[in-house]
């Protein structure tokens, strides 16, 4: 199930983690080992308390082409236990990104598809260039998307739309995310990376104990209801106020100067 | 309770059911008999292997009224135990439709009112002429909405739009739900039914069992969460995985050619 | 933890209340007694069977900066009991609104944010002038956000584009929420309380009883999913149709006039 991509961790400027998918013969396919590499990353990543964003992209003008088909059709001559390693590991890799304390921002060149679409949009931020397509073409051969496509898909579109895409297996132009608010900038052609990085700059200077609360707070908002996300959030702020990032904050806020939150971040444990 | 409207069911090519309410002198209102002769004839789709597709459309420039007014004023004078047989049989048609293994693809002319709303929001994809306008008015009568209205105008637009067309009874153009997503195709006036013919054709030549799976897929998302929708997604792939349609499919791309999914689909089960 | 806004309230026309967060000087900054008053105000309010509507609109060019600065730091010397006491008191604020069986109708001028945001996400319909901001810029001060800042943003926009308002506290333009379809109108700049009491007047003329089931269904529908939702809807309109207003608004209809559902609105109980 291996292929030639590998999951290239740098930091390239302070408290920023770029990760590459760099397998561009394969427009970045990824299996077992890419879903192993890059969750481990994500982990490692939470545990640095000077790191503040990730920026996760793909090498050679194309984020990721998904699961690599030939060994998905290799796949069927396994036994399902088997099988089921690699959907866990999947699984895992995906829920690790979300889980992580850290704001992800993905740079789409070119496009994302299958299992590459999951990933793009399971970031808390995306920027693509113009010319990039959004794909879960998995009806065309024969499959059902993984991932978490159709949880990414519903959160950012309507039912109708994500029926086409995925019933159909049709590609959506990144205009199209962008209008709708699940892509944050639209860049021209060979400029998505470098908008990652800007986003990625404004997340280093932040706070880093708030952020990973806001975005827990985020992805836990729709299921939770108004009710309970209300008591969430004042357990956030409430645990918030007392800490040395709020400290300096409001410190700042009214001394009228910009807020310096330290590359050690705040007091909070990592998650 | 009855009115004058038919539930026409066509096989108008291969693979697709078109299915007409054709009762265009009450712009094809419908009552409870239209409710289990949509469902009846739904379920009974559902079990044709050689469908692919079904169109559901209104005769005479109008996709559906939803209910008689005149029938809803005499229904005052019915005991509510006998009242309840209508709205069950309402709910039960929509969930027929949700539930139904075939993609729906609605075509909507003129517009879709009240009950006509639900049913063309319930459809997996809906085409639109230009002209068409969506009215959930109930409140202009002292009413509230059924249907599933208020399910399905919020899996498409913001709460506070919603809240407009629902308290005030105000029409939405055909635009404005193209532009949310909600409708997957504008046309020009008269074109509605030939655009659905188009998404129904490329809908014939698909995997009848993993669009299946597709479409449960994702009715489940909004509720299951990251998690639970993985999990659901992770065993839907692994089934279809080993199944014909996937051999097909597979084999298909890497040969490079168009799969055939075969009129009478995959290997699983109708639903 | 007091400010200077008054929370002012006039039936500035028949069935409607205005609701004025007055304190210019501190951006109608709002604290614990604007919590308990604004709730106190809007549970009073839905006791009045006159009532039709709540416009709720901010002084002197400005919606609402939310909590004060200044106090949020004093904040910090306090033990956490006492704290819980202004969460306590502002959560309950925001399910007052939402609870509230009257339309409320937010009327923004110059911005909303922090809690400002969230008081004025709540409110069933919205109103902005054009170059109104939207901001939920906790992250600025090393806190996060409160009073269902996530929960309302979530339900208008995709996360991608929430994380970027909450991770970054970069404000957005009103006409943005406007194309989301979260702000329902967008006025020029000083038109923002006009806009809202025209949809107050349209309100002011609906059936009380019916708008108020009406509201509570569209609050329900997310977590609810279909078949729970449809069972809501079933019981919300067959208790409906046996109403006054009912009556009145099938009457009218058939009669081909304007329902008149009366100051004193339907038969149903205020809730």
């Known amino acids: 199930m291996s292929t030639v991509t590998d999951?290239?961790?740098?930091?390239?400027?302070?408290?920023?983690?770029?990760?590459?998918?760099?397998?561009?013969?394969?427009?970045?396919?990824?299996?077992?080992?890419?879903?192993?590499?890059?969750?481990?990353?994500?982990?490692?990543?939470?545990?640095?308390?000077?790191?503040?964003?990730?920026?996760?992209?793909?090498?050679?003008?194309?984020?990721?082409?998904?699961?690599?088909?030939?060994a998905l059709k290799e796949g069927r001559a396994l036994p399902l236990s088997e099988v089921m390693k690699n959907t866990d590991a999947l699984g895992a890799m995906i829920l690790a990104l979300r889980n992580c304390p850290l704001p992800v921002i993905g740079a789409v060149e070119g496009g994302a598809a299958g299992l590459g679409l999951a990933l793009a949009l399971s970031c808390d931020m995306l920027v693509a260039s113009e010319a990039a397509k959004f794909t879960a073409a998995y009806v065309k051969i024969g499959l059902t998307p993984d991932g978490g496509t159709t949880h990414f898909l519903r959160e950012a579109l309507p039912r109708q739309l994500v029926s086409e895409m995925c019933l159909l297996g049709r590609p959506l132009p990144a205009a199209r995310l962008h209008q709708a608010g699940a892509i944050n900038l639209l860049t021209p052609e060979g400029g998505a990376l470098e908008g990652a990085m800007e986003l990625a700059r404004a997340c280093a200077k932040g706070p880093r104990t708030a952020m990973a609360a806001i975005k827990a707070e985020i992805e836990a908002a729709p299921l939770n209801?108004?009710?309970?996300?209300?008591?969430?959030?004042?357990?956030?702020?409430?645990?918030?106020?007392?800490?040395?990032?709020?400290?300096?904050?409001?410190?700042?806020?009214?001394?009228?100067?910009?807020?310096?939150?330290?590359?050690?971040?705040?007091?909070?444990?990592s998650r």
């Open 7 to 70: 999951i290239r961790a740098e930091e390239v400027e302070a408290g920023i983690l770029r990760i590459t998918l760099d397998g561009a013969t394969t427009r970045n396919s990824i299996g077992r080992d890419q879903y192993d590499a890059l969750r481990a990353t994500l982990i490692d990543a939470a545990t640095r308390r000077d790191l503040r964003a990730v920026v996760l992209t793909g090498a050679g003008g194309f984020f990721s082409s998904g699961g690599n088909v030939s």
């Open 225 to 269: 209801g108004l009710a309970a996300q209300l008591d969430l959030e004042a357990r956030g702020i409430n645990t918030a106020r007392y800490g040395d990032e709020a400290g300096e904050g409001l410190a700042a806020f009214l001394e009228k100067r910009t807020p310096d939150f330290g590359p050690q971040g705040g007091e909070g444990e």
